[in-house]
Every structure is written in C-alpha cells, then in structure tokens.
C-alpha cells in the first residue's frame, strides 16, 4: 500500500491528509486499472489511518458517507 500511496503523492501523512481517503481512493484506482482495490481494505483504512482508528470501527453511516465521497452509488 506505501508504494501505491507514493505513486499518487500520498509520500507522508500530511499529503495523506491533504488528499483525503476518498480523493487518495480514486487516484488509487485510476493508477491500478488492472486490479480490484477492496473498499474496506483501501478506502476504509485510508481514512482509518486519517482518524487514528480501526477501519472496522467506523458506523455503517460513516462507511456509507466515504463510499459516496469516493464516488459509489449507495
């Protein structure tokens, strides 16, 4: 994961943050066209790693609002 971050600037925490889960999540997928990237294991835990938390302690509203942010259907 640390080296598909690199590939789209997400190079330290702070252009993590600057990025977003959601944004880091869609420059992920335009840069890996030839692989699924999960959403609990990308997006989730990109914004899990933004919050200091667990992607799996997020609510089922809070997983809702990032797959939206990201740019999915609900």
């Given amino acids: ?19 977003g889960a959601a944004k880091a999540y869609q420059l992920l997928l335009e840069k890996n066209t030839e692989k699924q990237l ?19 302690a997020f609510s089922e509203n809070e997983k809702t609002e990032l797959r939206l942010s990201a740019g999915f259907a609900e």
Avoid: F
């Fill in 1 to 19: 994961m640390a080296s598909k971050l690199y590939q789209i600037g997400g190079t330290n925490e702070v252009e993590l943050r600057k990025l």
């Fill in 38 to 56: 999960p959403v609990c294991y990308c997006l989730y835990s990109l914004e899990g790693a933004i919050q200091d938390r667990h992607w799996d």
